[in-house]
């Protein structure tokens, strides 16, 4: 994996230290389940060094058995369960709203998600093995061994999932992606993946779940990572108001061609994903003139994997001169993306979604 | 009832052969749950005077026991059930969508919804007393008993549910609305509801099921109630292409004021509804100048009826002159809805479901 992480393009990184990297678009379009080398990284601290032969998971609160599991135990003692899911940050394009009005965040392109093969036990399993309370409006709150210091605050990284999210049958305790160990920046020797849930709620390096009556007390859950309305600013945010980011809104982006690309006249191929989290892509519309008129893109066979992403190609027929291209994708219930970004801007620039625009030049 | 009839503001009648209408939306948002009298009715034929004592219910084709139950034997060999649901007509606040370019059908305002308390036998129960095959990849088809007559082609209604949605515990079999039997506008003496889904799927007049590998081949299914590009016309219409309507798109409106109301500068209080289907409707905004700011309205206490729709109110501080109130909604996942009509126009004027717009003069 060394030499191909060598000969390929680097991430992008935003920032090394927490470290921040997405790939290049291109490059993420090249493979339906991402290389882990070339899967984003969201760090809110250090990456902890573990050693799998010494690190234990426990499980305590409003149980019947608490648990304290060696990583072996915890592959010995549960079924091995794998499922295909997308991660992506609550951050991904926010690049996007940073055009509008300065947010706040790393600017990231449309490369803060990639789509891998998850192995792991379920983490139903595990709570049922624990005896936990599995009255649906419970909490179940993660701890994790990654220092953070966010302006003067330092913790480790805590988020929680509603007790109903734990309990489904795709939620994972995960120790590999596709087929490998973990590495290190994906949370080595073990995480939570959550599907269709913002990749917060996904938590690497993971040592402790607690079963509880309030969601998680931690930074990451109460004073951030929730959606806030337009007016309300750093200065004026009263977090308790904002919406927890749970499920992912439905969200497409062009790949290729790569923005302010030269092409030819004539026909082009562009290329992108297209990702609806618990519903399903149903169409994705690309336009070479600000929307007046879309032509349906192709959409690559569904792969059964209720989870993934869709790919998509379309042939444009471009003429010569400056164009942009736009993406929208349409979901099972008949909604499509935003127009504009400023149409759900917010301070903090989550859930960045409108249409992805593309500017080429074609001569 | 009838005398509540009669002293009440009629429904607004969109057609009366076949009968479509209407309550006006101050009434709509008077009561949570939506009397019979003036819940929307939404009819493709005649409505079907049908003897309760004489009707019968089949359930064939991939089952191993075919059932054939007169009324007393479904309601005595099944368990009750009670669903609180909204149902709304794919239809409906069609007119906005008018206002863009014409549109086939009628021109509903934000009326064509209602709630309502469903009492009947879960579908999931009656399917497996005949033994149907569980594959989720199936179908169940309703054959109902009202005469349709669509340019020229005579038939009577059916429509289809993917089996998966068929067997969530949710869908009815039903025979009382509000704890009353449903009128005959309604479906008397049994319909489908199928929470979440539009209207279209929740037949009503039903007299047969079939467990099939294709969706119903009925025009209803075939060749109606799809969501098709705007550039698609009456006259360039694959309808093979089309996604076929089933979860409704998250919409809101304003009740009150009602548009083109004279107010009184100062203080007002706008009411509504929102609905977000399958998914929570998390935060609803009301502006008095076209986006440029919004208020948040209050919502009424969560009904743990997960099915059902929100009431907000929002206190509104008016200058005098002319203005345009809108509203719209977000959902769990962070999704909001179109601004403008014309985002998601598409000729059947399906799904309309942009910020809802009310202009008032204010003296």
Chains 1, 2 share one sequence.
Not at 61 to 88: C, H, I, N, W
Request: with cysteine; aromatic share 8%.
């Amino acid at each position: 994996m060394l030499s191909m992480f060598q000969t390929k393009p680097d991430l992008i990184v935003h920032s090394k230290d927490p470290l921040n990297a997405e790939p290049p678009l291109a490059h993420l379009r090249e493979n339906f389940i991402t290389p882990q080398k070339f899967f984003y990284v969201r760090s809110h601290g250090n990456i902890p060094k573990l050693d799998p032969a010494r690190h234990r998971l426990s499980v305590t609160g409003m149980v019947t058995t608490p648990l304290d599991l060696s990583m072996d135990e915890l592959r010995t003692r549960f079924s091995k369960r794998q499922v295909t899911a997308v991660l992506q940050c609550a951050g991904n394009r926010r690049a996007d709203m940073q055009q509008v009005k300065p947010v706040s965040g790393d600017p990231w392109a449309p490369g803060a998600i990639g789509n891998a093969e998850w192995g792991g036990v379920a983490f139903a399993d595990v709570l049922r093995a624990a005896g936990a309370d599995e009255t649906r409006t419970l909490h179940v709150a993660f701890a994790a061994l990654d220092d953070i210091d966010i302006e003067g605050e330092q913790f480790r990284f805590g988020a929680s999932l509603p007790m109903a999210k734990a309990l489904s049958s795709d939620v994972l305790l995960a120790f590999e992606m596709n087929g490998d160990a973990l590495l290190p920046e994906h949370g080595f020797p073990l995480r939570v993946i959550t599907p269709g849930y913002a990749g917060v709620r996904s938590p690497k390096w993971l040592a402790s779940i607690s079963v509880q009556d309030m969601p998680s007390d931690n930074h990451i859950q109460q004073r951030d990572y929730r959606l806030v309305p337009p007016h309300i600013t750093k200065d004026t945010v009263d977090w308790s108001k904002g919406m927890t980011i749970n499920d992912m809104p439905l969200n497409s982006a062009i790949c290729e061609p790569a923005a302010h690309a030269t092409l030819k006249a004539g026909k082009t191929m562009a290329r992108g994903y297209a990702i609806a989290t618990e519903r399903r892509v149903v169409r994705v519309d690309v336009s070479i003139n600000d929307g007046r008129n879309w032509s349906q893109a192709e959409l690559e066979p569904d792969s059964d994997a209720p989870w993934s992403w869709v790919f998509w190609q379309a042939e444009l027929d471009l003429p010569a001169g400056e164009h942009e291209l736009a993406v929208r994708a349409w979901d099972s219930a008949g909604q499509t993306q935003p127009v504009r970004p400023d149409d759900t801007w917010n301070f903090k620039g989550y859930l960045s979604a409108a249409w992805h625009r593309v500017p080429v030049t074609v001569s």
